[in-house]
């Protein structure tokens, strides 16, 4: 698989696929901070979240270059940073707050769709409640981790003001 930067090179590359990712950011972003269309924001950003992610995550190649010595452990530690905050905090954040929506997204989830005119109060309401409850509990604490590490960290690389702009600055590889 292709790594990180040659994807988003490509993507950069074809004039309007990175652009667009970043529209839908933003548009996303936005919806949310006015708390207008969120579940429609949330739905329409989750595969930007979703490859965000595994552009991330794919880091078997740091793995098989550290253990075969052409790369140190300070290198591979800053892969491990990159997917924890790049890419893990974006899904973990995203996961929580689409599971706080939930109830707008459950009835699609049906296994048999019944039009609108004939569903009533019991079929979707209180379903699970226990299960999304717990749910919440075990995305929402290491969402909330890594998204409070992640605005700390995004502050202190403002004007590089407390932490350098590159993590390979920080481990002092650079």
């Known amino acids: 698989m292709p790594i990180k930067h040659q994807v988003v090179a490509e993507m950069i590359n074809t004039g309007w696929m990175f652009q667009m990712t970043k529209v839908v950011e933003i548009m996303a972003g936005a919806a949310l901070l006015a708390n207008r269309f969120v579940p429609l924001a949330l739905a329409v950003a989750a595969p930007v979240a979703i490859m965000t992610f595994l552009l991330d995550a794919f880091i078997l190649d740091a793995f098989v270059q550290y253990f075969t010595g052409a790369v140190t452990w300070k290198y591979l530690a800053t892969e491990l940073l990159d997917v924890i905050f790049g890419g893990a905090c974006v899904l973990f954040i995203h996961a929580f707050l689409m599971l706080a929506f939930w109830n707008y997204y459950s009835p699609m989830m049906s296994f048999r769709a019944t039009p609108a005119h004939q569903l009533n109060a019991t079929t979707a309401a209180g379903k699970n409640a226990g299960g999304k409850r ?35 600055k920080l481990l002092r590889l650079q």
């Open 134 to 168: 717990a749910a919440l509990i075990v995305l929402g604490a290491p969402a909330l981790v890594l998204a409070g590490i992640n605005a700390i960290w995004i502050a202190g690389m403002v004007n590089e003001w407390l932490i350098p702009w590159s993590s390979l």
